[in-house]
């Protein structure tokens, strides 16, 4: 079984390795299974504790050697073998918990002793087993002696606790390598069902359930950890870190957005008021829909909703509104109601908002489809006018029309294809299309989007509209045969004329929600709302400019309920210039001016079949490809380390040819599935091919993810590496987790003069005043929410670290000039970082809400890219105050940077000590 994401443990140490691996099959069986019945299991335990380890076998012992390390390639840079690395064996040095066995509450264990001898004694027994096994690293055995003892001896809980935890632990651990996932999450249950409330157990469990993808279950557990124990660091650390997949952001935008709130409260009420009284809320998040219908005077009202953290929240918000019990609540998804099991009668009012930025991303139709047919009472015929609208239904919102345009963009453009022809010396050329999974045009997949989102208001370098916005779709959400109808209607062909010369990168989609006859809202990117608009970025024309007195010809479907548009086509001067085909159709109709661009187009034409050579990298990836001052300097860092160890060879005698060895455990071309995994790696190879490089120089590590084992190996018996690199900051702006650990696994497997690559990391900050992070990390009192109580419910989801930022077009006051608030220095051992004071002097007057912050990330000397930079593929993070602090200008904030693991918190306060500069 391999495993997923992050290596658990800390890689600084190496891993407990028994003698030969003996495990009690049978013992392991009564720790994985549910037992309930302890007094039955007593018996057994007792004859099984007794028989002999069996050995393990040797499939299991296979799956524990498989190597499953995610370390990329190693990259050879003079010709020559490369010889195969060795595994080598290592042991860890472990500490116990609680190795003494003298209980401590004697007094009421001797009563007991007195009450059942029989039973105490089989608990002292266990006891002592358990922790015998323990020092005999037999942890699944000792994992059942504890379960045993502590089940039928709850006294005990507290004093075992922390060897129990630590069993638990190590025996997950052992499970976790044996590929015994199931096994695992049963240990875990029964563990929590003895410590309910054990924020270590809730963590941990957390943790394992997030390296299986369980993302939502993970991200509960952390949030019950951090309940059970708010100044618990490494659950606030994990909490924060997936929070956004329990309650996303845009939550917060939603409820803030005060005109959209008031714009749906009077659709509503007019409805209600009209005669509708029986109200279903579809998707309802928080409630506020369905509270305004309650308020509004609706005779019942009904909510549904499919994320289990919205439905409690939803429950917790209705009852602190005084409205428990008047508005019935359902953890569901609208498409599993029925009425009358979930709902006693039809409804004469359907209110929603399940719609994304592309409008039908969250299965609106579905879900109108479905409950025109079984939950809502007919809609109201035009030739019966007259019948009353409690005996009728209807759907706020009413319809929407969407509308989209053809943009220039370098923003989205350096996102979803390539726009360099090299990187870092090396030629692009036989590596194929590289591509987004952003594309509507390939088949349908589940690694393939149709749209991404963006603000495009907001993104750097900003936007040029090429055509008019034109109606891509109407629909009438009241209407259920046109519902029905959306997916089978023919392909709609639009020829917009082209009035702004420009590339075209991009089409941009937004929409009007009309909620009903008076009422709309639309997500446009010139409005001031919270909305972003959807992107169907454009692939197929590498440098292809558009110019006016062009048309473009788009073509708009609806296919898997995902609406679909597509730049098919450019008639110019009376020719029609197809974009849906491969590069070199362009060049030959002559419009590819571009002599970069007419390269391109020469070498794909010498492909022949062009689907097999599309690769599909994250748009990130992307991004980094396209960044082409990140590879300058890395590519002179590199040179330049190379040409100083090769300098030390030489003063040393010793040949100058030697090799040298540099290990990448980055992890960029992560991959959606392995067949993506062995394309990147192909393209990897075809890349070394034709710059020639050798392709025995080349090794990858692809299989597999991370594991300790791996980061252990040597290029070779008699040497180390030259050069490590690791990948230290992710794209959202936050420091890699784990970074320094690896960092100083990396710092061991280094020859002399070996360096980290980088080597160091400023981070730069400075104070801002910005009420639109406010408004994206938390609800803003009860003003916005239609004078609801909602924000202290909501807001307990809260995290401090905004992610993904654009600061360059982030709306704020600049309140400081840019100040170094941390320095990490990756190839320091020594090093302490844990709390570090920084002060900063304001520049203007304000309201410091927040502190943006980002990197310079030196790869070795003085030679550095920023995380800030125009072409950066990284975003930017910023703390988000707790309480704004006001500053006037002159005044001194002193700010408590504390880096706890990969983590970075801000705390500010004014400084009242006068600056010695000052
Ligand atoms: N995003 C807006 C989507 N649901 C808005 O679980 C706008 C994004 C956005 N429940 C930036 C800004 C903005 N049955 O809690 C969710 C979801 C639930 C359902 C029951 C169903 N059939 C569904 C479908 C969805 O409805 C809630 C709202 S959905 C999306 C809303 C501010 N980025």
């Known amino acids: ?51 002999k380890v069996e050995p393990k076998s040797k499939r299991q012992e296979q799956e524990q050697d498989t190597c499953d390390c995610d370390f990329r390639f190693r990259l050879e840079r003079a010709r020559g073998t490369v010889l195969k690395p060795e595994s080598r064996s290592h042991t860890k040095h472990c500490t116990m918990p609680n190795a003494s066995t003298k209980p401590k509450h004697g007094r009421r264990i001797r009563r007991r002793h007195r009450e059942d001898p029989a039973r105490n004694e089989l608990v002292s027994s266990s006891l002592e087993s358990a922790q015998q096994c323990l020092f005999n690293q037999d942890y699944g055995t000792a994992f059942v ?41 049963s240990c875990y249950e029964q563990a929590l069902e003895l410590f309910p409330d054990d924020e270590v157990i809730l963590n941990s469990m957390g943790e394992h359930l997030f390296r299986m993808g369980f993302r ?44 959209r709130n008031q714009k749906y409260q009077q659709a509503i009420c007019r409805a209600v008021q009209s005669g509708c009284s029986t109200v279903l809320d579809i998707g309802t998040g928080t409630g506020i829909l369905g509270m305004c219908a309650k308020k509004a005077g609706a005779a019942q009202v009904y909510a549904c909703e ?19 019990g008047k ?87 350096r996102h979803h294809r390539l726009c360099v022809s090299s990187v870092g010396g090396l030629s692009l050329a036989a590596c194929g299309d590289l591509r987004s999974p952003v594309s509507c045009s390939s088949a349908p997949d589940d690694s393939m989007e149709p749209y991404t989102t963006e603000r495009l208001s907001r993104l750097p370098g900003g936007y040029t509209a090429l055509t008019q916005p034109f109606t891509a779709l109407n629909i009438d959400f009241n209407n259920v045969q046109e519902l029905e109808g959306l997916s089978s209607r023919p392909v709609q062909k639009v020829w917009l004329p082209v009035n702004q010369e420009g590339e075209l990168d991009a089409l941009a989609v937004w929409f009007q929600l009309h909620l009903d006859q008076d009422n709309s809202l639309s997500t446009g990117p010139e409005e001031d709302t919270c909305w972003e608009q959807a992107v169907y970025p454009v692939h197929a024309t590498k440098d292809f400019a558009l110019q006016v007195g062009d048309e473009l010809l788009v073509e708009v479907s609806c296919r898997d309920a995902y609406l679909r548009l597509c730049s098919v086509a450019v008639l110019r001067n009376g020719h029609e210039i197809r974009l849906d085909k491969p590069a070199q159709d362009l060049m030959e109709s002559g419009v590819n001016q571009n002599p970069e661009a007419q390269l391109c187009s020469a070498l794909a034409s010498l492909q022949t079949d062009h689907n097999k050579d599309i690769c599909v990298l994250e748009s990130a990836e992307l991004a980094l490809l396209n960044n082409e001052e990140y590879h300058r300097s890395f590519q002179t860092a590199v040179t330049k380390l190379f040409s100083q160890l090769n300098l030390a060879n030489q003063n040393q005698k010793q040949d100058s040819s030697e090799l040298l060895y540099v290990l990448d455990v980055s992890e960029g071309f992560s991959s959606y599935s392995s067949v993506e995994k062995n394309k990147q790696q192909e393209v990897l190879k075809r890349l070394a091919r034709s710059n020639n490089i050798p392709e025995e120089s080349l090794e990858f590590w692809l299989n597999g993810t991370e594991d ?56 730069h900050g400075l104070l801002v005043e910005s009420d639109m992070l406010l408004l994206e990390s938390a609800v803003q009192g009860q003003e916005p929410t239609l004078g609801f109580n ?40 020594n090093a302490n970082y844990t709390t ?46 707790q309480e704004p602090l006001e500053v006037n200008a002159g005044d001194w904030v002193c700010l408590t940077v504390n880096l706890h693991k990969s983590t970075i918190s801000i705390s500010a306060q004014p400084d009242s000590q006068p600056q010695p500069m000052d």
Request: aromatic share 8%; charged share 25%; with cysteine.
């Open 327 to 413: 508005i019935d609540i359902l953890h569901m998804k609208s498409l599993e109601m029925e009425v009358p099991r979930d709902i006693p009668q039809r409804v004469s009012l359907v209110v929603t908002e399940t719609v994304d930025a592309g409008l039908f991303g969250e299965g609106i139709i579905e879900s109108l489809i479905h409950a025109w047919h079984n939950l809502l009472l007919p809609r109201q015929c035009d030739d019966l006018g007259s019948s009353e609208p409690s005996a009728t239904g209807r759907v706020i919102p009413a319809g929407a029309t969407v509308f989209a345009m053809a943009v220039h963009c370098p923003e989205i453009r």
């Open 1 to 51: 079984m391999e495993r997923r994401g992050e290596g658990d443990g800390d890689p600084g140490m190496t891993l407990a390795v028994k003698g030969p691996g003996f495990v009690h099959e049978r013992v392991h069986l009564a720790a994985a299974a549910k037992v309930t019945d302890w007094e039955t299991l007593l018996t057994s335990a007792c004859v099984e504790l007794e028989r």
């Open 708 to 763: 300790d084992q791996g980061v252990l190996q040597r290029p070779s018996t008699e040497k180390l590496w030259s050069a490590i690199m690791l990948d230290c900051v992710e794209t959202c702006g936050l420091i890699r987790q784990k970074l320094m650990e690896k960092a100083s696994l990396a710092r061991c497997l280094l020859e002399k003069g070996g360096r980290i690559f980088p080597e160091r990391i400023i981070v």
């Open 790 to 829: 909602i924000a202290p419910f909501i807001n307990q989801f809260t995290v401090p670290v905004h992610v993904f930022l654009d600061f360059s077009t982030l709306q704020c006051k600049h309140l400081s000039e840019t100040v170094e608030l941390f320095v990490l220095d990756l190839m320091d051992t």
């Open 145 to 185: 002696h504890y379960l045993l003892a502590l089940n039928l001896a709850p006294v005990f809980k507290d004093f075992a606790r922390d060897s129990f935890r630590f069993t638990l632990f190590k025996w997950a651990e052992e499970l976790d390598s044996l590929g015994r996932i199931q096994d695992l999450f």
């Open 836 to 881: 570090r004071q920084v002060k900063v002097k304001a520049t203007s007057t304000g309201r410091v809400t927040a502190i943006p912050f980002w990197y310079d990330i030196y790869l070795y000397e003085d030679i550095s890219v920023s995380t800030l930079s125009r072409h950066s593929h990284w975003k930017q993070a910023a703390v988000v105050l």
């Open 306 to 324: 499919l994320s289990k953290t919205m439905y409690e929240l939803a429950c917790e918000v209705v009852s602190a509104n005084g409205l428990g």
């Open 216 to 259: 939502d279950e993970a991200a509960g557990h952390f949030h019950k950890a951090l309940k059970m124990r708010p100044d618990y660091p490494e659950a606030r650390e994990n909490f924060y870190r997936v929070a956004n997949w329990l309650v996303e952001r845009w939550h917060f935008l939603m409820l803030n957005d005060r005109g």
